[in-house]
Structure formats: C-alpha cells, structure tokens
C-alpha cells in the first residue's frame, strides 16, 4: 500500500519502490487497475523501512492481489527522471523503481482497495498504463524472450 507521505514537502531523496513482472505459463504478464487512476500497471509499491526489497515486493504484491510470490532475479532499475508522470496522483516526487521477476506460490488473487481489477495480459495486448510502466513491462517481455539480458539500469 502506498504510504501516508506529507504531499506539501517535497522529499530530498527519491522514494524508492518495487515492481513485480509476475509472468504466467502462456507468457502473459499480470497487471493491476490501480485505483488512483483507473490505469494498469505491475503490482508495486513503496519500500518500507526495516523491509528487505525482496520483502517489500512480496508484501506489495499479496497487498494489491492476494497472491502470495517469490521473488526470482532483478531485471532492472528504472529512474522516474525518464519519464514524465502526468496521471500519478504524487506528481513532483522522483522514484527510484527496483523491477524485479517474481512467481506465483499460493494465494487467489481478487481485486483490493488499492487494485480494482487484476488480469493478465499478452504484450501485444496491454490496456492503458499508468506513467512509466511501459519501458519496465517491455524490459520485462523482453526478458522472456530471451533470459541472457542483463539487469537494466537508467
């Protein structure tokens, strides 16, 4: 869940949050309808202090779809410095996105307070994406396509 964060001061690091490219035995990836703005992306969130990144992904993801995941390999670091956030609702705050590969262990996934619908979805097929997610879910397919990538790095 993303956190309380004081929207009238402007934070002098970046927020640091993870993202999770759960992908399915057809190559498709599940995505989130995030309920602050209607747009999809990966199930993600801001890290928590005295949480691993590896902890935080696996709390964001059970958090927004009840799926319970491991974590398999980072894919890449992504800087909000790339792109431009028009439909975020905390604009002016810079992030810091660890992507990272995860797969499903147990759980049902439903939808939550933070996701009102989760689905899967082929990469020629993805619905509207909330600011930024479209480079870090290409890296992700790419990925799949071929797992000698190295991490990526902005």
């Known amino acids: 869940m993303d956190r309380d964060f004081n929207l009238t001061k402007k934070p002098v690091t970046p927020v640091v949050g993870v993202d999770v490219f759960i992908p399915d035995s057809e190559s498709r990836v599940l995505l989130i309808k995030r309920t602050v703005n209607g747009l999809w992306c990966t199930p993600r969130g801001s890290h928590d202090l005295g949480e691993t990144l590896e902890e935080c992904g696996v709390r964001e993801v059970l958090e927004e779809t009840g799926f319970e995941i491991k974590i398999n390999r980072l894919l890449g670091v992504f800087s909000s410095l790339k792109y431009e956030s028009v439909n975020y609702p905390w604009k002016g705050r810079e992030y810091l996105h660890c992507f990272f590969m995860g797969e499903i262990i147990g759980g049902v996934g439903s939808p939550t307070v933070e996701a009102e619908e989760i689905g899967w979805f082929y990469r020629d097929q993805l619905p509207p994406l909330s600011d930024g997610h479209e480079p870090r879910i290409n890296y992700g ?12 790095f902005e």
């Open 141 to 152: 397919f790419d990925f799949l396509e071929n797992a000698q990538l190295p991490p990526y």
